[in-house]
T-cell receptor, first 114, second 113 residues
Framework: GENVEQHPSTLSVQEGDSAVIKCTYSDSASNYFPWYKQELGKRPQLIID?????GEKKDQRIAVTLNKTAKHFSLHITETQPEDSAVYFCAATPFWGSASKIIFGSGTRLSIRP | ETGVTQSPTHLIKTRGQQVTLRCSSQSGHNTVSWYQQALGQGPQFIFQ???????GRGNFPPRFSGLQFPNYSSELNVNALELDDSALYLC????????????FGDGTRLSIL
């Protein structure tokens, strides 16, 4: 069945360093890959997304890469700051005609050390 | 622009009862998706509604059902509540299906005693 695996489950980096979170998806029909940030007790917030016809996308300190052949996609955060501490979720969206669903990874808890 | 709003914010029920959760989509959005998020886990897709019809469903039993109204607001109904149904229920709206960004509400925290 459809599955999204996310690694690592926890990540601690020094402020100013980079953080990388990796995901693998199983359904080749997936064509849209959003990333969400969820702070404690708050709603998931879309931070960046990428579509299957693009290999890389960047927005300030955040970048996402996609390898459709290997079914891998990754989130890169550079120059990390304390406010980057949160749980990050990757997701994949299999889409067939008029039907779609979104499959989330299990999350990565990112902690930024001062 | 009005964001996604959900009600109630918290709810306590007992096993066997029924519950209805409500969601108002973001202005201009015609698609609503519902998710269940257990503590410490990622959101699990329940189903999606587009133009008042269910057009995608996750691995949830039929006692999870929904509706979408002409104004694109939506309800999630759960019958015969079980202890494992305790979770945060999130609603997300988008402008269309597939590769459209989904924006989440704050969720309803459901506790089953």
């Amino acid at each position: 069945g459809e599955n999204v695996e996310q690694h690592p489950s926890t990540l601690s980096v020094q402020e100013g360093d980079s953080a990388v979170i990796k995901c693998t998806y199983s359904d080749s029909a997936s064509n849209y890959f959003p990333w969400y940030k969820q702070e404690l007790g708050k709603r998931p917030q879309l931070i960046i997304d990428i579509r299957s016809n693009v290999g890389e996308k960047k927005d300030q300190r955040i970048a996402v890469t996609l390898n459709k052949t290997a079914k891998h996609f990754s989130l890169h955060i550079t120059e990390t700051q304390p406010e980057d501490s949160a749980v990050y979720f990757c997701a994949a969206t299999p889409f067939w005609g008029s039907a779609s669903k979104i499959i989330f990874g299990s999350g990565t808890r990112l902690s930024i050390r001062p | 622009e009005t964001g996604v709003t959900q009600s109630p914010t918290h709810l306590i029920k007992t096993r066997g009862q029924q519950v209805t959760l409500r969601c108002s989509s973001q202005s201009g959005h015609n698609t609503v998706s519902w998710y269940q998020q257990a503590l410490g886990q990622g959101p699990q897709f329940i189903f999606q509604y587009y133009r008042e019809e269910e057009n995608g469903r996750g691995n949830f039993p039929p006692r999870f059902s929904g509706l979408q109204f002409p104004n694109y607001s939506s309800e999630l109904n759960v019958n015969a509540l079980e202890l494992d149904d305790s979770a945060l229920y999130l609603c997300a709206s988008s402008l269309g299906q597939g590769d459209q960004p989904q924006h989440f509400g704050d969720g309803t925290r459901l506790s089953i005693l």
